[in-house]
């Protein structure tokens, strides 16, 4: 009887009455044809039950953050967190089928309810044993979680369903990564590349499986295989640089750095890359402090000098060439920008090394 008073509250003949909101709310999309508009125009359909935050409101629009990018969706269209659950209640009252149990579960979850976020997944999954959006809501949920084993089961279960969609291969193989269990990854990615070969987010991901564990030949192999698809990308360039810096291949490293630079001038990973190579490789014949200093300075002044890992390339840099009081000068901003704990002690450790006037060496992963 609550949920029907609240949700009658909130609605009046089907649409949402808006209800003191304010920028940086969340609301939850209620319509069925909610649309995302930019000047006016149609951008995107968005899904009943997304959740949206508030960047700027007027008398009938929000302007959102949506999955799809930003723009306008209708006041009508959507409401408050807090009102949702109310909403989704009267709904599943009205029509208890697995979509509304999903589109309530996730606002439980949001809310921090996750037993009853949870009880709500499961629910789904009882009324709709073989819908693949109720699977892939709930693994969403697990993967929130961190509870992997239960993600796997469930993304076994969409393969069960679907076993001809490269996406639920791949999907698992992101799953048996993160767990550790890398041949195992390595078979999904294997069979979703052959049941969609022409993806080349799956090479991309296998390689990185593969220098997770060292097999660098192997990752080689597919980077090589992207470079030959998306030859005018520095992005293949700019890994298959780094898996051979983690082999100890330097020269290739630098050839890689060199081309990634020279089809896409404009991107900043290779010479970030190569800066600090030239700064920091273990193999002296290898090093140019002088050049590296010059690459680290340009990608400092295009980030504006606020990317504290610039900072950090060019500091090394000036440690290459023994100018160590711009070294501590430039590794003590870094390590102040630094937001993340573990970065931040990785930086001020390298800083001692500065103070004492030592230079930086990488360490090879082979």
């Not at 409401?79 to 579960?105: C, G, S």
């Not at 979850?109 to 009880?119: H, I, K, Q, V």
């Not at 080689?220 to 005018?232: A, G, H, Q, Y």
Request: charged share 30%; proline share 3%; with cysteine.
């Amino acid at each position: 009887m609550r949920a029907l008073l609240l949700a009658a509250a909130c609605v009046h003949f089907g649409t949402p009455i808006a209800v003191a909101q304010k920028v940086g709310d969340t609301v939850v999309v209620v319509a069925d044809d909610a649309k995302l508009r930019v000047n006016g125009k149609f951008i995107h359909r968005i899904d009943r039950g997304e959740q949206l935050k508030i960047e700027q409101l007027d008398e009938s629009w929000y302007l959102v953050t949506a999955y799809h990018g930003q723009g306008y969706v209708h006041r009508g269209d959507a409401v408050l967190l807090d009102q949702a659950i109310d909403y989704f209640t009267d709904a599943i009252l009205q029509e208890p089928d697995a979509f509304n149990y999903v589109h309530r579960a996730s606002v439980w979850s949001t809310m921090g309810e996750l037993d009853a976020a949870m009880r709500d997944f499961d629910e789904a999954v009882r009324l709709d044993p073989d819908s693949e959006y109720v699977y892939l809501a709930r693994v969403q949920e697990w993967h929130k979680r961190g509870n992997l084993d239960k993600a796997i089961a469930d993304e076994t279960e969409l393969i069960r369903l679907n076993p001809t969609k490269s996406e639920r291969h791949f999907g698992r193989a992101v799953s048996w990564e993160e767990k550790g269990e890398y041949g195992l990854a390595i078979d999904d990615l294997n069979e979703a590349i052959r049941l969609n070969p022409e993806a080349t987010r799956y090479i991309h991901y296998r390689a990185a499986v593969y220098r997770e564990i060292r097999n660098f030949e192997m990752a080689i192999s597919d980077l090589t295989e992207m470079i030959r698809r998306k030859p005018k990308s520095s992005s293949g360039y700019a890994y298959r640089g780094e898996v051979h810096n983690d082999n100890g291949d330097f020269g290739n490293a630098i050839t890689d750095f060199n081309e990634g630079m020279r089809v896409e001038p404009d991107a900043v990973v290779c010479p970030y890359q190569l800066a600090m190579l030239l700064a920091s490789c273990p193999d002296a014949k290898f090093r140019d402090g002088k050049r590296a200093v010059e690459l680290a300075t340009k990608i400092c002044e295009k980030c504006k000098w606020e990317i504290n890992p610039a900072m950090t390339t060019l500091a090394a840099g000036y440690a290459e060439i023994g100018d160590f009081e711009n070294a501590v000068k430039w590794q003590e901003k870094a390590a102040d920008l630094a937001d993340d704990a573990k970065m931040k002690a990785e930086f001020h450790a390298r800083l001692e090394l500065y103070k004492f006037h030592r230079s930086y060496r990488r360490e090879s992963k082979r």
